[in-house]
């Protein structure tokens, strides 16, 4: 360890550190991300009164100990925003929820935000589908956030922001409206709330979660996985729509060239992929 708290690590333990991370999350480091490993590990060696990233490196073999979600949680990367990119939830608003609606009468929505943070793609949803729908007693419209994190799937239900975050993407007119604020925190409104649930969920790990949802946002992830990862993300999200469900990807992001399960949609310059029937 130096002065500035932060524990140096060997060689060896860089390599197996980048491995076990990416076996856990798919996140794929490589050796020039040393010093990301070191600040953002250190306070954890720190937390749990562990001497070495060795003896971390055995605490976090357990899969399922607070050694590894801590670690989990220190490593991803959250950033997110309300109405990221602002184009997904027009084609959401405009072509995919109409959609949803003509071909099915009983109004059954369901959506899914994967990867989401601490929940602010969920919540713009839920924004789109409350001024599209007015009335969201009138239909059966769920949507459900997963995210390998625990700390922001905590944060996601709370559904609590600053306001820096809420400033983040919102106009003033929807912070007052689905917001109600208290002492300074901006809580999304138990109407919003009702209709949105979250849960801690692998997405590269087999999923319980069957051919349930119409539309799902993974947006800003899959560019952190290598190709293996890549390949196996799509194919849970796949398992996860029902046939002729919606994937909508980031900006930046794209399904390997072969997509399989996919047919790549373009609608007034938003792609998206629909699951082939
Ligand atoms: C940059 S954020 C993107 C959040 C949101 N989708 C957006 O576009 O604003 C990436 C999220 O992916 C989550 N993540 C990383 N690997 C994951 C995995 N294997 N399974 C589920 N979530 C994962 C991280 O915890 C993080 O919250």
Known sequence: MVDSGLHLMTDQELVMLIEHVRVQTGIN???????????????????????????????????????????????????TYFFRDGHPFDLLKNKLIPDLLKRNQNKIIKI?????????????????????????????VEIRGFDISSKVVTAARRGEYSKFEVQRGLSEDRISRYF???????QVKPELRS??????????????????????????????????????????????????????????EFINDKPGNFIK???????YYEKVG
């Open 112 to 140: 899914a935000s994967a990867a989401c943070s601490s929940g602010q793609e969920a919540y713009s949803m839920a924004m789109v589908l409350k001024e599209t729908l007015f009335d969201l007693s009138d239909s059966m």
């Open 195 to 252: 209709i949105v649930t979250f849960g801690k969920q692998n997405l590269l790990k087999p999923l319980s979660i069957k051919a349930e949802y119409h539309i799902v946002f993974c947006r800003n992830v899959v560019n952190y996985f290598e190709d293996k990862d890549r390949a196996l993300l799509f194919q849970n999200l796949a398992s996860m729509l029902v046939p002729c469900g919606v994937l909508v990807i980031g900006a930046t």
């Open 29 to 79: 480091l490589d050796e020039s991300k040393r010093y990301l490993l070191e600040s953002r590990l250190s306070p954890i060696l720190q937390n749990f009164s562990i001497g070495s990233y060795t003896e971390l490196l055995e605490r976090v073999a357990v899969d399922s100990s607070i050694e590894n979600q801590a670690l989990i949680n220190a490593i991803t990367t959250n950033e």
């Open 180 to 186: 109600d604020c208290v002492n300074g925190r901006y």
């Open 265 to 271: 949609k373009n609608e007034q310059g938003s792609v």
